[in-house]
């Protein structure tokens, strides 16, 4: 899978799950400058013009060993400077331990590998919480069976 067919599947599942909520996808948007000040270009952008709330997110798959390591750390920084919620989503089996490691513990980063079929699964779990948190779709995320019943558990 390539960069783009990434940001493609994420954009997508996106779209999928969330249009219905009020959300808009957009793909490539240019948004400001980055922090070395060159101009930043937006993986996914979403949007929900209801209530105008919105989240930038870059996408990193990475298939196999390189170089891809070295920009995760300012790619995460750079996010960090943004004047609105962002995030990195990732996947791959080319990330080195250090720099899974480092994806694994950040705010700004959720692992996501959505399946073909588009639908909620464990690899897409940590991108759902992270919208779950802009949008306050926790009805999204929170099993009914989890709910505490009157009286008890």
Avoid at 27 to 32: D, I, K, N, Q, R
Avoid at 56 to 81: F, M, N, R, W
Avoid at 101 to 123: F, M
């Amino acid at each position: 899978m390539t960069g783009n067919q990434y940001r493609d599947l994420v954009g997508n599942y996106i779209h999928h799950n969330y249009a219905q909520h009020g959300l808009v996808v957009y793909l490539e948007v240019a948004l400001g400058k980055t922090v070395i000040g060159k101009d930043r270009q937006i993986d996914v952008f979403v949007v929900r013009p209801q209530d105008r709330k919105a989240v930038a997110i870059e996408c990193k798959y990475h298939a196999s060993l390189g170089t891809v390591d070295e920009k995760i750390p300012y790619a995460l920084q750079d996010l960090e400077a943004l004047w609105m919620p962002g995030f990195l989503v990732y996947a791959g089996k080319g990330w080195s331990r250090g720099v899974l490691h480092t994806l694994e513990a950040s705010r700004h980063a959720a692992y996501c590998l959505p399946d073909k079929q588009l639908g909620r699964t464990r690899t897409t779990r940590e991108l759902d919480h992270l919208l779950a948190a802009i949008f306050g779709f926790w009805d999204q995320v929170l099993p009914a069976s989890k709910r505490l019943k009157r009286g008890g558990s």
